[in-house]
Nanobody, 125 residues
Framework: QVQLAESGGGLVQAGDSLRLSCTVS????????MGWFRQTLGKEREYVAA????????YYSDSVKGRFTISRDNAKNTLYLQMNSLKPEDTAVYYC??????????????????WGQGTQVTVSS
């Protein structure tokens, strides 16, 4: 069973930065496309960013493009999300997810197989 664990969330002010990490158990991390999603109460889980298995191809939602950077270190089984210029509307629980798929990373939550428990990010104005 693959297990994912996010860390790095917290309370920050608008304009600040945070880096989220997601560690993945097992030895198949490099075979997964990885994604970050976020969710607020009463809303559907929202796609944030994704990276292919190699780390060379990255994709972002329009709402975070230019501010967030997704990356991965396959040697450390770890996924990252560097979040700069944070805004109050970025407040959410952030989840990492793994998709055993070697093509272009997908955007829909139901296409991802494994999920972490989430980490809260709160941005005050």
């Amino acid at each position: 069973q693959v297990q994912l664990a996010e860390s790095g969330g917290g309370l920050v002010q608008a304009g600040d930065s945070l880096r989220l990490s997601c560690t993945v158990s097992g030895n198949t991390f490099s075979l997964y496309a990885m994604g970050w999603f976020r969710q607020t109460l009463g809303k559907e889980r929202e796609y944030v960013a994704a990276v292919d298995w190699s780390g060379t191809k990255t994709y972002y939602s329009d709402s975070v493009k230019g501010r967030f950077t997704i990356s991965r270190d396959n040697a450390k089984n770890t996924l990252y999300l560097q979040m700069n210029s944070l805004k109050p509307e970025d407040t959410a629980v952030y989840y990492c997810a793994a998709d055993p798929y070697l093509g272009v990373p997908r955007r829909r939550p139901n296409e991802y197989t494994y999920w972490g428990q989430g980490t809260q990010v709160t941005v005050s104005s």
